[in-house]
Nanobody, 125 residues
Framework: QVQLVESGGGLVQAGGSLRLSCAASGRTFSVYAMGWFRQAPGKERDFVAAFSRSGGSKYYAEFVKGRFTISRDNGKNTVYLQMDSLKPEDTAAYYC??????????????????WGQGTQVTVSS
């Protein structure tokens, strides 16, 4: 079993930066891919970024390209989401997710089988 724990959320002014962390523990060798999603109140959970464990390719939602960067530290079993040039519309709960098998669909919540508890990001104007 794998557990995911997010951290790093908080309150930041527009234009600022935050780095989210997702620490994975347990049977991490079974993880094929990891990603970040976000969910604002009253809205669906949206894809933000993801990559396969091999790290060959990274995938981003259009609305974060050029501002957010997903990365990993294999030695620490940790995935990061560096968020720069934050906007008020980036305010949401951010969730780390993982999946065990390959899928060409990187953005669907249904393709991920494990989720963290989420960390809140609030961007003030």
């Amino acid at each position: 079993q794998v557990q995911l724990v997010e951290s790093g959320g908080g309150l930041v002014q527009a234009g600022g930066s935050l780095r989210l962390s997702c620490a994975a523990s347990g049977r991490t060798f079974s993880v094929y891919a990891m990603g970040w999603f976000r969910q604002a109140p009253g809205k669906e959970r949206d894809f933000v970024a993801a990559f396969s464990r091999s790290g060959g390719s990274k995938y981003y939602a259009e609305f974060v390209k050029g501002r957010f960067t997903i990365s990993r530290d294999n030695g620490k079993n940790t995935v990061y989401l560096q968020m720069d040039s934050l906007k008020p519309e980036d305010t949401a709960a951010y969730y780390c997710a993982s999946r065990k098998i390959y899928s060409s669909n990187w953005s669907s919540v249904n393709e991920y089988d494990l989720w963290g508890q989420g960390t809140q990001v609030t961007v003030s104007s």
